[in-house]
């Protein structure tokens, strides 16, 4: 049976605290803390304990997960070795890849390859672990990407992504000028009526979303835009700048004149991350693709 052990150290932060306000804290889910108490994985300094005990700075606490704790306990993309992405971060438990432009973030099918998961798989393999997705970049989107190694801190990072504690920060050329520097895009998104492949703002199913832009520079015709998600609906960032007026330049989807274009001019610029089981902050950078450094060859499409 596949188990994942942890042996953390008690943080001072935590003293006085009991073992079910630890584990609140780090975000596990409810029904895994129920699944941990039940079965009697949980252990204080080497013996089988239950959470209602304080611990102090220095304690170990160790955690065994099983498969039967989370939905999706196995990764089972197939192994490809066709290309090798660039890992900008990692730690035991995650890692930040620089994904290109022009490949996918996961298959949609199990026989599919080509995708960044895929091509992670038999490097991970090497050490007994998979890639789970936790976010997923467009297909013609580059930068930075988060992906777990395991499935214990997948609902841990979806937790943090969703209660806006890791931030996702973007770089766009878009098409015109904005009347303000800085503002926010707040339009509901929902699925388009007209094209099931779109989506557009204030449909009969439209959820909250909301971005903020900032405006970096500016050419004749074009604005280099910094975009920071708070929401992480479908095509957020590209339905929120189109239905605003300024397109991101090259979007198949929303940029009418996208032909022009030698790919969609958006790159995930930058993960700002909480750790898992941590007070720990890291900042990981996604080195700037080269046509997002020129603004005359940028100002002709």
Same mark, same amino acid.
């Given at each position: ?10 943080p ?5 605290a #009991?073992?079910?306000a630890?584990l609140?804290a780090?975000?596990i889910?409810?029904r895994i803390?129920g699944?941990?108490?039940?079965t ?6 080497g013996?089988? #304990?239950?959470?209602a ?5 220095g304690d170990?606490? +160790?955690?065994t997960f099983?498969a039967?704790?989370?939905? #999706? ?7 490809d070795?066709h ?8 730690t ?6 620089d994904?290109p432009?022009?490949?996918?973030s ?12 895929n091509?992670?798989?038999p490097?991970l ?15 013609? #989107? ?7 190694k395991?499935?214990v801190?997948?609902?841990i ?11 996702r920060?973007?770089l766009?050329w ?5 009347? =303000? ?11 388009d009526? =007209?094209?099931?492949?779109k989506?557009w703002i204030?449909?009969a ?8 832009y900032?405006?970096?520079t500016?050419? +004749?015709?074009?604005?280099l835009?910094?975009l920071t ?5 479908t095509?957020?960032?590209r339905?929120?700048?189109a239905a605003?007026?300024?397109?991101i ?7 009418v004149a996208a032909?022009?274009?030698?790919r ?13 089981f941590?007070?720990t902050?890291v900042?990981?950078p996604?080195?700037l693709?080269?046509?997002?450094q020129?603004?005359q ?5």
């Open positions: 049976m596949q188990q994942w052990h942890y042996q953390l150290t008690i001072p932060a935590f003293n006085q #009991t073992i079910r630890c609140q780090w975000l889910p409810k803390q699944q941990l108490r039940q009697r994985r949980i252990y204080l300094n013996v089988q #304990t239950s959470i005990r304080v611990v102090h700075p170990q606490l +160790a955690l099983i039967s704790d989370f939905r #999706t306990p196995t990764s089972s993309y197939l192994l070795n290309y090798q992405p660039t890992i900008l971060y990692q035991a438990d995650l890692l930040v890849v994904k432009a022009g490949i996918k996961h298959p949609n099918r199990p026989d599919e390859n080509g995708s960044i998961l091509y992670l798989a490097e393999a090497k050490t007994h672990q998979a890639p789970y997705m936790v976010h997923r970049l467009d297909q013609m #989107t580059s930068g930075a990407m988060l992906v777990a395991n499935p801190v997948v609902p990072l979806d937790r943090l992504i969703s209660e806006k504690i890791i931030h920060k973007y766009a878009v098409r015109g000028h904005f009347t =303000a520097a800085v503002g926010q895009l707040n339009a509901p998104i929902g699925h009526p =007209a094209d099931k492949r989506r204030n449909t199913d439209a959820q909250p979303a909301s971005t903020d900032r405006v970096l500016t050419t +004749a015709h074009h604005s835009v910094a998600l708070h929401t992480g609906r095509h957020q960032l339905v929120h700048l605003s007026g300024h397109p330049i090259g979007d198949p989807l929303y940029d032909g022009t274009a030698p969609l001019l958006l790159h995930a610029r930058q993960l700002d991350l909480q750790l898992p941590s007070t902050r900042t990981v996604a080195p693709p080269p046509i997002f020129q603004p060859q940028i100002d002709q499409l």
